[in-house]
T-cell receptor, first 112, second 114 residues
Framework: DGGITQSPKYLFRKEGQNVTLSCEQN?????MYWYRQDPGQGLRLIYY???????QKGDIAEGYSVSREKKESFPLTVTSAQKNPTAFYLC???????????FGSGTRLTVV | GESVGLHLPTLSVQEGDNSIINCAYS??????FIWYKQESGKGPQFIID?????DKRQGQRVTVLLNKTVKHLSLQIAATQPGDSAVYFC?????????????FGTGTRLTIIP
């Protein structure tokens, strides 16, 4: 079945560590997105990529980095510069020419 | 910047009753609207969408109404079931076919009372 897979489901990070969240899709979608969701809040856009080897900052990009070396993959690195990284992270993809966003099941990141 | 907001953060409805979730948007150029359902610990799932050239669209047990005059969007769920308990988000974009990003609202938590 086609879909978008995020891993791991739960991730714990120590202070000062970088961690990378995986997002893989086999939908042949061009665009991919990373959102952050805090309790009781909506989705805030971190980074997005419309095409391979290209990506743009979203509304809250500080302390995060991404790469888009393959169409299927859009990993997100939460760096030590992100002072409040505990949140639920959602990856999404979209086929060019329509707005059918497909979301992954999310990664819950906790700083310990 | 533009924002999408919801009138009520929580809503409790008796099982079997109809529910209405509201959403206000401020971007008069918004062309496409989507409702998503998010169950606890999961990613949002598409429910129903509507283009700005329509004022009503129906799906299975769900209806979306769009009032462009007052920039208001609503999601009606008929004959609610326990499985309808979730957070519901509206989202909007100025362009259905373009590369504009979706802007999401804060969400409304719907609780179905058995």
């Amino acid at each position: 079945d086609g879909g978008i897979t995020q891993s791991p489901k739960y991730l714990f990070r120590k202070e000062g560590q970088n961690v990378t969240l995986s997002c893989e899709q086999n939908l042949n979608h061009d665009a991919m997105y990373w959102y952050r969701q805090d309790p009781g809040q909506g989705l805030r856009l971190i980074y997005y990529s419309q095409i391979v080897n290209d990506f743009q900052k979203g509304d809250i990009a500080e302390g995060y980095s991404v790469s888009r070396e393959k169409k299927e993959s859009f990993p997100l690195t939460v760096t030590s510069a992100q002072k409040n990284p505990t949140a639920f992270y959602l990856c999404a993809s979209r086929s060019g020419g329509s707005y059918g966003y497909t979301f992954g099941s999310g990664t819950r990141l906790t700083v310990v | 910047g533009e924002s999408v907001g919801l009138h009520l953060p929580t809503l409790s409805v008796q099982e079997g009753d109809n529910s209405i979730i509201n959403c206000a948007y401020s971007n008069s150029a918004s062309d496409y609207f989507i409702w998503y359902k998010q169950e606890s610990g999961k990613g949002p799932q598409f429910i129903i969408d509507i283009r700005s050239n329509m004022d009503k669209r129906q799906g299975q047990r769900v209806t979306v109404l769009l009032n462009k005059t007052v920039k208001h969007l609503s999601l009606q769920i008929a004959a609610t079931q326990p499985g309808d308990s979730a957070v519901y988000f509206c989202a909007e974009t100025p362009s259905y076919f373009g590369n504009e990003k979706l802007t999401f609202g804060t969400g409304t938590r719907l609780t179905i009372i058995p």
